[in-house]
């Protein structure tokens, strides 16, 4: 494993997703009903045959919420876990890059605002927008997701947008109501093995959040106390193991046997300027040298995260957090 050589040719896409967590574990419900049609709506299923009246609801987990400029908050949309009804139709939501997850307080122009983008799972060029913006900035006195637990926004008086589109057409949706609670699922797994300290000072932690039921295919991994913009990705395997300094690396490599790669396009992040690296996962597609494979219940799964770091000597190297273990039920 050439952590730098691998690392170096897809640095520039990995710095879209990100950010210092206020939040774990969010859920954003939001309400509404088909309004009218653009081009006859949305063609393809399970859309397609949406009407005027249709009730319209929008879940999304938002498993990490972070710190941006200009009082901003980027949540990383838990897609596993969300879902998207029209009528009697549901759909989950894609994993894509596109995928924005927003919390402002005092933002600019749009004072306190909530944000919510993806596109559907069945087909991925249809997507979603959620805007409700309350231009006064007297709604709430945050960026923390989790202070608005047990909150209810009404949008009537609000700016708002709730609107499905495809390539075909798209539905509006008159929005009502933006709820805030706490998501299902919590802190998971063990850590374990040391970690060599990194640049920033402190030695990298990996926590995961969600449910430890395969089926429920909610995972999400983060990584914290890192060096700031610092691209990574995650490691797994089912077996524990130690190397130190493997390939000239600073840290300590704590897998062993076959480990696998969350390197597809999407998976290599950069830290944010909290020092984090947060990414839900597939259970049912884990990464392995031989090919993916699903989670059983059961099954203990190992994590990783390695990362790009500079040793105090000057040049450029590369670390790894503490590991974390999961036993699955």
């Given at each position: ?32 009903t ?13 859309f ?6 249709d ?43 596109g ?30 927008q ?63 093995c ?12 990996l ?11 909610d ?40 480990v ?46 390695w ?19 999961v036993?699955?039920?």
């Amino acid at each position: 494993m050439n952590l730098q050589r691998h690392l170096a040719a897809l640095a520039a896409a990995s710095l879209a997703s990100s950010a210092l967590a206020l939040a774990e574990d969010v859920r954003v419900t939001c309400t509404g009903t088909v309004s009218s049609f653009e081009n006859g709506g949305v063609a393809t299923a399970p859309f397609a045959g949406a009407a005027v009246g249709d009730a319209v609801t929008l879940v999304v987990d938002v498993e990490l919420a972070n710190q941006l400029p200009f009082n901003l908050v980027l949540g990383a949309l838990n897609w596993p876990s969300s879902s998207l009804a029209v009528g009697a139709n549901t759909d989950g939501l894609a994993f894509t890059s596109g995928q924005t997850v927003h919390l402002g307080n005092d933002a600019v122009w749009y004072g306190d605002y909530v944000s919510l983008a993806s596109t559907l799972a069945t087909d991925t060029t249809t997507q979603f927008q959620v805007f409700l913006s309350d231009a006064s900035g007297q709604t709430w006195n945050t960026r923390d997701w989790a202070a608005l637990i047990g909150t209810s926004v009404q949008a009537t008086g609000f700016v708002s947008t709730f609107r499905i589109w495809s390539p075909q057409g798209a539905v509006n949706i008159d929005l009502d109501t933006v709820t805030f609670a706490a998501a299902p699922g919590g802190a998971l797994g063990a850590l374990y093995c040391t970690a060599a300290p990194n640049s920033s000072g402190s030695t990298g932690l990996l926590s995961a959040f969600g449910s430890d039921t395969p089926a429920d295919n909610d995972l999400t991994l983060v990584a914290s106390q890192l060096p700031n913009q610092s691209v990574g990705y995650f490691l797994v395997s089912a077996t524990q193991g130690f190397v130190a300094n493997p390939g000239g690396s600073m840290g300590n490599l704590c897998l062993s046997g076959e480990v696998g790669r969350f390197s597809a396009p999407g998976q290599i992040k950069a830290t944010d300027f909290g020092g984090e690296i947060a990414l839900p996962i597939d259970l049912g597609h884990l990464p392995t040298p031989v090919g993916a494979v699903a989670v059983q219940a059961g099954q203990t799964w190992n994590f990783q995260l390695w990362h790009r770091d500079n040793d105090p000597a000057g040049p450029t190297t590369s670390n790894f957090t503490r590991a974390l273990s999961v036993t699955f039920q």
